[in-house]
């Protein structure tokens, strides 16, 4: 993964995603936890054991 990527996770057996971040490096994340909460940091490893799609903007 690159900085900038976006990673869509979906929860196993799920068809679509549930939450989409933006990678920032090494075990960092962007993301919106919630609908209505504030926008601040996270890590990759809150999504151990969910499936993961990355995809490169431009």
């Known amino acids: ?3 900038g990527d ?5 929860y196993p057996g ?3 995603p549930h939450h989409v971040v933006i990678y920032l ?3 960092k994340i ?3 936890p919630e609908t209505g ?3 601040g940091d996270g ?3 809150e ?6 799609t990355v995809r490169r903007v431009g």
């Open 37 to 39: 909460q504030n926008v």
């Open 1 to 3: 993964m690159s900085y």
């Open 30 to 32: 962007l993301q919106a």
């Open 47 to 52: 999504f151990t054991g969910q499936s993961a």
């Open 6 to 10: 976006i990673i869509f996770y979906t």
């Open 14 to 16: 799920a068809s679509v």
């Open 43 to 45: 890590t990759l490893s």
């Open 25 to 27: 490096g090494g075990d």
